[in-house]
């Protein structure tokens, strides 16, 4: 794999449009007091910025799903985290980094709702939804990209390359 040098999404672009989202999200739960729940590893950075943010109040808590090898989807979700406190009735915003194929946000979705929260809804940075298998729709939506494997601000190839502030494309 190498990665491309230029970026497809700048730290800039990315910096602006959370802030676009967030003050949706801000009127949206104006009185109320979401939890955000990020889908580790990979939505952990963009949570925290989407969360400082945010004018409304906001609890942060974690899930963990995977279902990647590689390059790859494996088609099977395995949810291995939960969010340490209850859900039920609360407003829950699920933080995702990518909605790719719908598998891996479809299980998390459907382990969140088995705690009864008020309402949830789906916030992910990127959509590429030429690869959806599952129909899953986003709330919110950061950027929609083509079939491109990515990595950056938090996305990984095998735990490598999470650490660049902007959004770059692996090729073979």
Same mark, same amino acid.
């Given at each position: 794999m190498r990665l491309n040098e230029q970026p497809l999404l700048t730290a800039a672009q990315i910096e602006a449009r959370i802030a676009e989202i967030a003050r949706e999200i801000s009127d949206r739960y104006a009185g109320r007091d979401p939890v955000l729940v990020a889908v580790l590893k990979g939505a952990a950075i963009f949570a925290a910025d989407l969360m400082r943010r945010l004018t409304v109040p906001a609890c942060l808590d974690f899930i963990r799903a995977r279902s990647y090898a590689g390059t790859e989807s $494996?088609?099977?979700?395995?949810?291995? +985290?939960? =969010? %340490?406190?209850?859900? %039920?009735?609360?407003?829950?915003?699920?933080? %995702?980094?990518?909605?790719?194929?719908?598998?891996?946000?479809? @299980?998390?979705?459907?382990?969140?709702?088995? $705690?009864? =929260? @008020?309402?949830?809804?789906?916030?992910?940075?990127?959509?590429? =939804? @030429?690869?959806?298998?599952? =129909?899953?729709? @986003?709330?919110?939506?950061? +950027?929609r990209i083509d079939n491109l494997f990515v990595v950056g601000y938090g996305l990984d190839y095998d735990e490598r390359y999470r650490h660049f502030p902007d959004i770059r494309t692996l090729e073979e």
């Open positions: $494996q088609g099977r979700v395995r949810i291995t +985290f939960l =969010p %340490e406190h209850s859900l %039920e009735g609360r407003h829950v915003i699920v933080v %995702e980094d990518i909605l790719d194929t719908g598998r891996t946000t479809s @299980a998390v979705l459907d382990c969140i709702r088995q $705690q009864n =929260p @008020a309402s949830l809804v789906l916030c992910t940075l990127l959509d590429k =939804p @030429a690869r959806r298998v599952v =129909p899953v729709k @986003a709330d919110y939506t950061g +950027f």
